[in-house]
Nanobody, 119 residues
């Protein structure tokens, strides 16, 4: 069974840091683009960072300079380093990835990890 599993969320004070991880497992041939989304209470899910198979990255304006996305292809893992956390970063963070499975490119979501920032 192919799945994405996030970890690393938690409760942190404003100004602190967290490192989120997302591991893809199962019968995966290779991995295309990988993304981190977040959804705050009462708000729509939004993409915060993307990293493509070649390593190029994109960030939402609200997180530029504070968030860093990276990937380890050997470990089928994508990371999100979050620095200078703000209360408005409080959300469930979701991993999303395009995975080659059984010769087809499919999009998968993780179950989410909660990040709570106290002021």
């Amino acid at each position: 069974q192919v799945q994405l599993v996030e970890s690393g969320g938690g409760l942190v004070q404003a100004g602190g840091s967290l490192r989120l991880s997302c591991v893809a497992s199962g019968s995966i041939s290779s991995i295309g683009g990988m993304n981190w989304y977040r959804q705050a209470p009462g708000k729509q899910r939004e993409v915060v960072a993307s990293i493509f198979s070649g390593g190029s990255t994109n960030y939402a304006d609200s997180v530029k300079g504070r968030f860093t996305i990276s990937r380890d292809n050997a470990k089928n893992t994508v990371y999100l380093q979050i620095n200078s956390l703000k209360p408005e970063d409080t959300a469930v963070y979701y991993c999303n990835a395009d995975l080659w499975v059984d010769g087809r490119l499919k999009n998968y979501w993780g179950q989410g990890t909660q990040v709570t920032v106290s002021s």
